[in-house]
């Protein structure tokens, strides 16, 4: 390919021809323009990235639906644990008119929990984390302000979400031992 060998325009070239059909695509499956934007840029930066390893492709076409597809699927399975969490707050929200008193102790020590988990995440990991979370920066002002790529952002915020999922199904798993002991 062209752009391999330091043609830009071909890269540009590559982005013309298809990102509209990757967009329109992203646009179906998530129902947000703006999302399916982030996912597409990511597809191409993400294949930039890959400059050297792209000569091995046997199907251009194929391998930037298939990467879409993966930063589509990711997409969703954070959305689907966002809506869940919502869920969950929701129903502590509503439980806590039940019994205000055990639902303030139990969200206390459940926020003292995960402010603890979160200082264990490895430090940038961490800085990424709470910049996203707290600050509620985007990926690319993150990104930006970090000096890293957006892609890089993402795998850290995929990383701690995941460590602290499996931290709080380990506390939770405690918990319910402890009752029923």
């Given at each position: 390919?062209?752009?391999?060998?330091?043609?830009?325009?071909?890269?540009?070239?590559?982005?013309?021809?298809?990102?509209?059909?990757?967009?329109?695509?992203?646009?179906?499956?998530?129902?947000?323009?703006?999302?399916?934007?982030?996912?597409?840029?990511?597809?191409?930066?993400a294949?930039?990235?890959?400059?050297?390893?792209?000569?091995?492709?046997?199907?251009?076409?194929?391998?930037?639906?298939?990467?879409?597809?993966?930063?589509?699927?990711?997409?969703?399975?954070?959305?689907?644990?966002?809506?869940?969490?919502?869920?969950?707050?929701?129903?502590?929200?509503?439980?806590?008119?039940?019994?205000?008193?055990?639902?303030?102790?139990?969200?206390?020590?459940?926020?003292?929990?995960?402010?603890?988990?979160?200082?264990?995440?490895?430090?940038?990991?961490?800085?990424?984390?709470?910049?996203?979370?707290?600050?509620?920066?985007?990926?690319?002002?993150?990104?930006?302000?970090?000096?890293?790529?957006?892609?890089t952002?993402e795998?850290?915020?995929?990383?701690?979400?995941?460590?602290?999922?499996?931290?709080?199904?380990?506390?939770?798993?405690s918990?319910?031992?402890?009752?029923?002991?």
């Amino acid at each position: 390919m062209l752009w391999q060998e330091g043609d830009e325009n071909a890269f540009g070239q590559l982005h013309a021809r298809y990102a509209t059909e990757l967009l329109s695509i992203a646009m179906q499956k998530t129902n947000d323009r703006e999302v399916a934007r982030e996912l597409i840029q990511g597809v191409f930066v993400a294949f930039f990235h890959y400059k050297a390893a792209a000569s091995d492709i046997s199907s251009l076409k194929a391998y930037l639906y298939t990467m879409l597809k993966n930063r589509i699927l990711d997409h969703l399975r954070h959305h689907q644990v966002r809506e869940q969490y919502k869920t969950y707050t929701t129903h502590l929200q509503a439980d806590a008119h039940v019994n205000d008193v055990d639902t303030y102790v139990d969200t206390r020590e459940l926020e003292k929990y995960l402010r603890e988990e979160i200082l264990k995440l490895p430090p940038q990991c961490r800085q990424v984390f709470r910049l996203r979370r707290e600050e509620e920066l985007s990926n690319k002002e993150i990104a930006h302000q970090l000096n890293i790529s957006e892609n890089t952002v993402e795998q850290h915020m995929r990383k701690a979400l995941r460590l602290l999922r499996h931290a709080l199904q380990v506390a939770h798993r405690s918990f319910f031992t402890f009752l029923h002991l």
